[in-house]
């Protein structure tokens, strides 16, 4: 009986071991996203002026975004971490996994847009909110293919 339990358990840690790691890899992309969404919100404020324009902090932010948006990101993106795979954990609708280049193609005008914005956003509030759009439609656009609603 002892034998049995013993195999048992050294069964089950590579379960649970992968199952850390997946959850680990969904709560690393959750914290990048709100990465995002704190340095977008900022810049979100300043352009609705919410809260002064102020050129050092916009273009901290901004260099936030293109750090973000070209950090590999390989180890957040698992099989198995979709909404199906970890519902209530993971947000990331599975068509994430299976339409991989039109993910790809938001990835890459996400890098473009904050290469935009991070190039202007100390320059003056209306040209940091122009390019701020840009990062902005393409965040929305692949959040509405991508991200599954909340609970």
């Known amino acids: 009986m002892r034998k049995m339990i013993l195999a048992a358990i050294a069964l089950s840690i ?10 680990d890899a969904v709560k690393a992309r959750q914290d990048h996203m709100k990465g995002y969404g704190q340095s977008v ?4 404020k300043m352009a609705k002026g919410e809260m002064d324009y102020d050129a050092a902090a916009a273009q901290k932010a ?4 293109v750090e ?3 950090k590999d ?9 979709s909404s199906e795979d ?3 954990v993971s947000y990331a609708k599975p068509a994430l996994w299976t339409d991989g280049a ?9 890098v473009k847009a904050a290469a935009a914005l991070q190039a202007v956003a100390g320059s003056g509030k209306g040209e940091m909110a122009q390019a701020l759009g840009g990062v902005g ?3 929305s656009g692949c959040h509405k293919v991508y991200q599954a609603k909340k609970d």
């Open 62 to 65: 901004a260099d936030m975004i």
């Open 86 to 88: 970890m519902p209530g």
């Open 14 to 23: 590579p379960t649970i071991v992968a199952a850390d790691a997946m959850t």
């Open 68 to 70: 973000l948006s070209t």
């Open 137 to 139: 439609q393409n965040c």
């Open 41 to 44: 919100g900022q810049l979100a």
């Open 73 to 81: 990101q390989s180890g957040y993106w698992l099989p198995g971490t």
């Open 102 to 110: 039109k993910a790809g193609e938001f990835g890459g005008a996400l």
